[in-house]
C-alpha cells in the first residue's frame, strides 16, 4: 500500500459489518480537512524527499510540493486536471503549499510516476509514523 493511500485512507463501507466489535483504536487521527492533510504531506515530504529529482530540474516545483498535490489527489478522488482546478480554486491552499502558480496536469503525473519508479512513495511511510509519534 503506498503512502498516498495510508494518509489518505477512509473506511470502507464493509467495516459496518464489524459495527459489533465496538469502537476501533486507531493509532493516527484521520482528517478531513485538505489544508491539514496537504500540511501534514509536505512535512512528510520534507523529511523523506530531496528538493528536486535532480540538480537539473527546473525547479518550478519542489518534489515536496508536488507530493502533497499527488496526496490531495488522492484525498478527492478525482483525477490530475481535477486536482490542478482545485488547488486553482484555493488560494490559501497554493499558499499553504507555497505555489507561485499551480503545476499542468502532465508535471503532476510525471512526478507521480517518478515517485513511484523511485520508490519514493512507498518508503515515506516511517517518516510519516515517526514524525506523529506512531512506532512504524
Same mark, same amino acid.
Request: charged content about 20%; aromatic content about 8%.
Given at each position: 500500500m503506498s503512502v498516498i493511500s495510508l494518509?489518505? /485512507?477512509?473506511? !470502507?463501507?464493509?467495516?459496518? !459489518?464489524?459495527?459489533?466489535?465496538?469502537?476501533?483504536?486507531?493509532? /493516527?487521527?484521520? #482528517?478531513?480537512?485538505?489544508?491539514a492533510l496537504a500540511g501534514m504531506a509536505i512535512r512528510v515530504a520534507r523529511r523523506a +524527499?530531496?528538493?528536486? !529529482?535532480?540538480r537539473f530540474s527546473r525547479k518550478d516545483f519542489t518534489q515536496h510540493q508536488l507530493f502533497a498535490i499527488v496526496v490531495l489527489k488522492q484525498f478527492f478522488r478525482t483525477d490530475y486536471r481535477g486536482i490542478?482546478?482545485?488547488?486553482?480554486?484555493?488560494?490559501?491552499?497554493?499558499? +499553504?503549499?507555497?505555489?507561485?502558480?499551480?503545476?499542468?496536469? #502532465?508535471?503532476?503525473?510525471?512526478?507521480h510516476e517518478r515517485l513511484l519508479k523511485k520508490g519514493g512513495l512507498s518508503?515515506?511511510?516511517?517518516?510519516?509514523?515517526?514524525? /506523529?509519534?506512531?512506532?512504524?
Open positions: 494518509l489518505c /485512507r477512509k473506511p !470502507s463501507s464493509n467495516w459496518a !459489518s464489524v459495527a459489533d466489535l465496538g469502537p476501533m483504536k486507531t493509532q /493516527r487521527s484521520m #482528517t478531513r480537512s485538505p489544508k +524527499l530531496s528538493p528536486y !529529482s535532480s490542478v482546478a482545485i488547488v486553482e480554486d484555493m488560494p490559501d491552499l497554493q499558499h +499553504l503549499l507555497g505555489l507561485t502558480k499551480v503545476p499542468h496536469f #502532465t508535471t503532476l503525473q510525471k512526478a518508503g515515506s511511510w516511517r517518516f510519516f509514523s515517526a514524525s /506523529r509519534g506512531v512506532a512504524a
